[in-house]
């Protein structure tokens, strides 16, 4: 059994990796399991740049070239995946919104379907949940297993304190090592199969505006070969076909540009807004 531990704390091995450590240890003692530490502080992994390529494009025309595909190979070779993130300012740490943006593309076009995740994040006392909210859209198509939030203040405690965690990590890893043995591919459930079917039609509608979800979408059943219930299948495209339809109406592509341009006013899209600044920094 492969893990793939990503740690998000700008410390490195602070009180998150101790308890990543905690339910390595555990894990072990229940099996053979393999643990691998990418610590984000230290990988070649550039901060996104926001500029939706690898969403319209493919991940493959990103302009930035680092780890970032080697990274994801090491996910899609992984039985399981360990989120670790401490909490900053009620969120995800800076360096794991960074890795969450870089992987942005995997919610368009879902991949990790049968990597298993275990989050686990660690806190002062508050803002448990919007962190672990934050981490459920850092991996396309994971399965979440098992959300751990550990509290640790920066001063001792109690007996008591100490023994539920130790409570909270021995569930966590004994919940996960039983997750990662199974190595097939889920059968969609109705939400996952609505979601797929909503993506689908995006992407079709969008073919000029987002031509790597169209390549990615178009002929698909679902994201990999699998069975599907019919009469949940009839349903979910029914429903799915109603609320598109006036998703499309209000999100869909148009002809009007936004925003509206002022009269005597030149207004730049993306490409263009980008050759003129490349032209600009010439001429300087």
């Not at 410390?11 to 399991?33: H, L, Q, S």
């Not at 090491?74 to 919104?97: E, I, R, T, W, Y």
């Not at 965690?165 to 939400?191: G, H, M, Q, V, W």
């Amino acid at each position: 059994m492969n893990i793939v531990a990503i740690m998000g704390s700008p410390k490195g091995k602070g009180a998150g990796y101790r308890i990543v450590r905690a339910i390595e240890d555990r894990m072990k003692a229940i099996g053979d399991v393999e643990f691998a530490y990418l610590f984000l502080k230290d990988a070649n992994l550039k901060p996104c740049l926001g500029c939706y390529t690898c969403m319209a494009k493919g991940e493959d025309r990103c302009p930035l070239r680092d780890d970032r595909a080697a990274i994801e190979q090491d996910l899609l070779a992984a039985d399981g995946v360990v989120l670790s993130s401490p909490v900053h300012v009620a969120n995800v740490s800076a360096l794991m919104k960074n890795f969450m943006d870089r992987f942005a593309y995997t919610n368009h076009r879902p991949r990790f379907h049968r990597q298993k995740v275990l989050t686990v994040v660690n806190m002062a006392g508050t803002s448990k949940t919007e962190t672990q909210s934050a981490l459920r859209w850092a991996m396309g198509g994971s399965r979440f297993v098992h959300e751990l939030a550990i509290a640790t203040p920066p001063w001792p405690q109690t007996e008591r304190a100490v023994a539920d965690k130790e409570r909270a990590i021995d569930a966590a890893a004994k919940k996960f090592y039983r997750a990662c043995l199974d190595t097939s591919l889920p059968t969609p459930t109705f939400n996952r199969y609505t979601n797929f079917l909503g993506m689908q039609k995006l992407a079709l509608a969008c073919r000029q505006q987002l031509p790597a979800d169209h390549a990615f979408f178009d002929g698909r059943a679902y994201y990999y070969e699998t069975k599907l219930n019919p009469v949940k299948a009839m349903v979910a495209k029914a429903i799915v076909g109603v609320v598109m339809k006036v998703f499309l109406k209000k999100m869909g592509p148009g002809n009007v540009p936004w925003p509206v341009a002022k009269k005597g006013e030149l207004v730049l899209n993306d490409s263009e807004e980008g050759a003129a600044e490349e032209a600009m920094s010439i001429l300087r």
